[in-house]
């Protein structure tokens, strides 16, 4: 028995975008509407977006998707480095000595 199962997942995130200026005179209501509804709010400057505000859990989770996501970029790293020394037969005081090279510089 074969199944073909396809998910497809719709994210709509209302944005509010404002100028410096305007968000500055509605700050605490614009926190006060992050914190609640977790919409975030585009602050541009210029005719150009130039922040975001968000709300804390928000940033949170995007700070945890940044590490796991750095962690899995060096371990990939890791196992290609891992995987080209071992392709090349090189010996261990060849690698030690290449990362003290690189460590002191």
Do not use: C
Not at 55 to 75: H, I, P, R
Not at 78 to 102: H, T
């Amino acid at each position: 028995m074969h199944f073909n199962l396809k998910i497809e997942l719709e994210v709509n995130i209302m944005e509010e975008i404002l100028g410096v200026e305007e968000a500055r005179r509605k700050l605490g209501r614009l926190v006060t509407q992050v914190a609640q509804k977790r919409e975030p709010v585009i602050i541009i400057h210029k005719a150009k977006e130039k922040a975001v505000l968000l709300s804390y859990e928000e940033y949170k989770q995007l700070q945890k998707l940044s590490a796991a996501n750095a962690a899995q970029t060096v371990s990939k790293a890791m196992k290609n480095i891992q995987e080209a020394v071992k392709k090349a037969n090189l010996e261990q005081d060849v690698i030690e000595s290449a990362i003290l090279e690189v460590r002191t510089t």
